[in-house]
């Protein structure tokens, strides 16, 4: 049995999460080389396996709050039954 945290979710989810994701990291000082380091993980990941929620745990707490209110209803519902079949306290989520 599959587990749907690692089931990629449709390509206009995973997309819109990655645009976001890099906006966020983009707003950052990259003084350090962080942001770099950020979106170059993540501007060429593709939809499979668990990539989808590997970009929602890049973020901190305050981050994935800031994510989610980016987001639309689909693809914030996508990560938050993800984030129920991982294991997450539903008090923790915030999509």
């Known amino acids: 049995m ?9 390509e ?3 997309n819109e999460l990655k645009q976001k994701a890099i906006e966020i990291w983009q707003s950052y000082d990259n003084t350090y080389g962080d942001v770099d380091e950020k979106v170059g993980r993540i501007k060429d990941i ?3 396996a668990d990539n989808f929620m590997y970009m929602v745990a890049m973020f901190d707490f305050i981050n994935q709050e800031r994510l989610a209110n980016l987001l639309s209803e689909e ?6 039954e993800r984030m129920i079949d991982g ?3 539903p008090e923790y989520i915030k999509f």
Request: aromatic letters at 12%; one cysteine or more.
């Open 2 to 10: 599959k587990r749907l945290y690692y089931t990629p979710p449709s």
């Open 46 to 48: 593709r939809n499979i």
């Open 87 to 89: 294991g997450n306290p």
């Open 12 to 14: 206009k989810c995973f």
């Open 75 to 80: 693809t914030r519902q996508a990560v938050k």
